[in-house]
């Protein structure tokens, strides 16, 4: 059995779009054309890849399991597509950037910002999500870059993925301006608490415990606004990191460095390989220079600043 790469890759698209309709208007065939060549891979397949019914199609088992295999295809085409604009020496490339929203709104606009005026021929996409979507995105070869964090070291889930650390920063206790400030946390065990995402959520559960009790959550929520309004209105008390702290601060809340918080750890993750990908490590050198200045590589002067399009999505 021999599949073509070419029909592998369309089969991608149908499974990507939910029909072939879909696929062939993206790719701007007739859906006869798209039509051949899957009925050609799945003859090659020895079996049936897509269930084809009226509201579009759905995978087999085989479909699943080829998918899975396309997705790596077609994020190694995209690494020979970047190696390739090595050759005009960056005039050129594209770099999908998935980050998460306290970072999305600190460090990663200073360096797309850089990384335009250096190289304003490279093309930076923005999307925002959280360290497990962005590394999911990164292994399906929807993103060459991920700005992640765990807490008190790397994330968990890395599997192949390379990890980078970047920098750490320090969680506080935020608690509403004007009120008492506690010693420790156990001076909270009767407070109403405000959890944030899962990972952070998770982060201030065990602190709590070891501090000797299980936080009350009152609310949840990962938006950082969010949360620093309820606390503004004694609605409750939240830990929050520096990063979240630097992207907004409500001017009703007080922060409490308290020891026992942990701190959290910011990273670069990717896949093996990107890294030598110009645009890519292009932009890693960006994010580095943010957070550590003297890192930053000597350059020509930069040019005038151009505008980007860039994507931003809140998940």
Same mark, same amino acid.
Request: with cysteine.
């Given at each position: 059995?021999?599949?073509?790469?070419?029909?592998?890759?369309?089969?991608?698209?149908?499974?990507?779009?939910?029909?072939?309709?879909?696929?062939?208007?993206?790719?701007?065939?007739?859906?006869?054309?798209?039509?051949?060549?899957?009925?050609?891979?799945?003859?090659?397949?020895?079996?049936?890849?897509?269930?084809?019914?009226?509201?579009?199609?759905?995978?087999?088992?085989?479909?699943?399991?080829?998918?899975?295999?396309?997705?790596?295809?077609?994020?190694?085409?995209?690494?020979?597509?970047?190696?390739?604009?090595?050759?005009?020496?960056?005039?050129?490339?594209?770099?999908?950037?998935?980050?998460?929203?306290?970072?999305?709104?600190?460090?990663?606009?200073?360096?797309?910002?850089?990384?335009?005026? #250096?190289?304003?021929?490279?093309? =930076?996409?923005?999307?925002? &999500? $959280?360290?497990?979507? @962005?590394? /999911? !995105? %990164?292994? *399906?070869?929807?993103?060459?870059?991920?700005?992640?964090?765990?807490?008190?070291?790397?994330?968990?889930?890395?599997?192949?993925?390379?990890?980078?650390?970047?920098?750490?920063?320090?969680?506080?206790?935020?608690?509403?301006?004007?009120?008492?400030?506690?010693?420790?946390?156990?001076?909270?065990?009767?407070?109403?608490?405000?959890?944030?995402?899962?990972?952070?959520?998770?982060?201030?559960?065990?602190?709590?415990?070891?501090?000797?009790?299980?936080?009350?959550?009152?609310?949840?929520?990962?938006?950082?606004?969010?949360?620093?309004?309820?606390?503004?209105?004694?609605?409750?008390?939240?830990?929050?990191?520096?990063?979240?702290?630097?992207?907004?601060?409500?001017?009703?809340?007080?922060?409490?460095?308290?020891?026992?918080?942990? #701190?959290?750890?910011?990273?670069? =993750?990717?896949?093996?390989? &990107? $890294?030598?990908?110009? @645009?890519? /490590? !292009? %932009?890693? *050198?960006?994010?580095?220079?943010?957070?550590?200045?003297?890192?930053?590589?000597?350059?020509?002067?930069?040019?005038?600043?151009?505008?980007?399009?860039?994507?931003?999505?809140?998940?």
């Amino acid at each position: 059995m021999s599949l073509d790469p070419r029909r592998v890759l369309i089969f991608r698209d149908v499974a990507r779009a939910g029909s072939i309709s879909a696929a062939a208007r993206e790719l701007g065939w007739t859906q006869p054309a798209v039509s051949q060549h899957l009925g050609r891979l799945e003859r090659d397949a020895g079996g049936p890849l897509l269930l084809r019914g009226p509201s579009g199609v759905s995978l087999t088992d085989a479909g699943r399991a080829l998918l899975h295999r396309a997705d790596a295809i077609a994020a190694e085409l995209h690494l020979a597509e970047e190696e390739q604009a090595a050759f005009a020496q960056l005039r050129g490339g594209r770099v999908r950037l998935v980050a998460f929203p306290s970072a999305a709104a600190t460090l990663v606009p200073d360096a797309i910002g850089a990384l335009a005026e #250096r190289h304003p021929e490279v093309s =930076v996409g923005l999307d925002e &999500a $959280e360290p497990p979507e @962005a590394m /999911a !995105a %990164l292994l *399906a070869g929807d993103a060459d870059l991920a700005v992640v964090f765990g807490y008190d070291g790397r994330p968990a889930g890395l599997g192949a993925l390379t990890w980078r650390p970047l920098t750490d920063e320090a969680v506080g206790l935020v608690v509403p301006s004007g009120s008492t400030p506690p010693s420790g946390l156990d001076d909270l065990a009767e407070a109403e608490w405000i959890g944030g995402c899962v990972r952070c959520r998770t982060h201030l559960v065990e602190c709590c415990e070891r501090a000797g009790f299980m936080p009350r959550l009152r609310h949840t929520t990962d938006d950082y606004v969010v949360v620093q309004n309820l606390v503004a209105r004694g609605l409750g008390v939240t830990m929050l990191p520096a990063s979240a702290l630097a992207a907004y601060r409500h001017p009703d809340v007080q922060v409490v460095d308290l020891p026992g918080l942990g #701190r959290r750890h910011l990273g670069l =993750v990717h896949r093996p390989g &990107a $890294e030598v990908v110009p @645009a890519t /490590a !292009a %932009l890693m *050198a960006e994010l580095v220079a943010v957070v550590d200045p003297a890192a930053a590589s000597t350059s020509p002067p930069r040019p005038a600043a151009t505008i980007h399009g860039w994507r931003r999505s809140r998940r």
